[in-house]
């Protein structure tokens, strides 16, 4: 049942954004060098590693990291890539690997390839059996804030209270968030 109600959420908000998502593509174009997409390897459902689209919002000499790695990450940013980040905008893309399966609306938000820390967290306490999603308990909670252990004893939370109505709570919550660019920090 989640899986069809992910395909049709993301099939309806593709839709929706296809007219926004075409006039930021523009707009990183204009204003940077590089691709509109930047694609990314995250670690999905049983550890697989996936490509994951996002806007991209870092100019192409950005080293491939978590941005809280950065020395000063936002020396790094595109002139529209502070708007896209603090907006969530470019995350859009992501759609696409919720219609391809590699991800869910709601889940823990898949980790980096070389998020070994992480990673390993996560596979000991069993939350790697999990699709990753486009939003989670852990980003609602904190986001950018939150320490990996903290992250991890949400996702682990997420993944035992995982219902329809939990993941409608995580959405709603989601929004209110974007909306106050809460838990925001790069």
Same mark, same amino acid.
């Given at each position: 049942?989640?899986?069809?109600? &992910?395909?049709?959420?993301? *099939? ?8 926004? *998502? ?8 204009? @204003? ?12 999905? /459902?049983? !550890? ?7 806007? /991209? @919002?870092? /100019?192409? +000499?950005?080293?491939?990291?978590? %941005?809280?790695?950065?020395? !000063?990450?936002?020396?790094?940013? @595109? ?5 896209? /980040?603090?907006?969530?905008? &470019? ?10 399966? &590699? ?19 996560? @596979? ?10 486009? %939003? ?18 949400? +996702? ?10 939990? +993941? ?5 919550? %989601? ?6 660019? +809460?838990?925001?920090?790069?």
């Amino acid at each position: 049942m989640k899986r069809f109600l &992910d395909l049709c959420l993301a *099939l309806l908000a593709s839709a929706i954004f296809s007219i926004p *998502l075409l006039v930021l593509a523009v707009l990183i174009k204009r @204003t940077s060098q590089g691709p509109v997409l930047y694609w990314s390897d995250r670690v999905g /459902r049983d !550890n697989r590693i996936f490509s994951m689209p996002k806007l /991209r @919002t870092m /100019r192409i +000499d950005t080293p491939v990291v978590a %941005t809280h790695l950065l020395e !000063n990450p936002v020396s790094f940013l @595109t002139p529209i890539g502070g708007f896209l /980040r603090k907006s969530s905008l &470019d995350e859009l893309p992501q759609l696409w690997c919720v219609i391809r399966g &590699d991800m869910s609306i709601v889940g823990p938000r898949p980790a980096l390839f070389n998020q070994h820390n992480l990673i390993a967290m996560r @596979t000991e306490q069993g939350v790697h059996r999990v699709r990753p999603g486009l %939003t989670g308990w852990a980003q609602v909670n904190g986001r950018d804030e939150l320490s990996l252990l903290e992250k991890v004893r949400l +996702d682990v939370e997420y993944m035992h209270r995982q219902s329809l109505a939990f +993941d409608i709570k995580v959405v709603v919550l %989601t929004f209110l968030k974007v909306l106050l660019r +809460d838990g925001i920090v790069h």
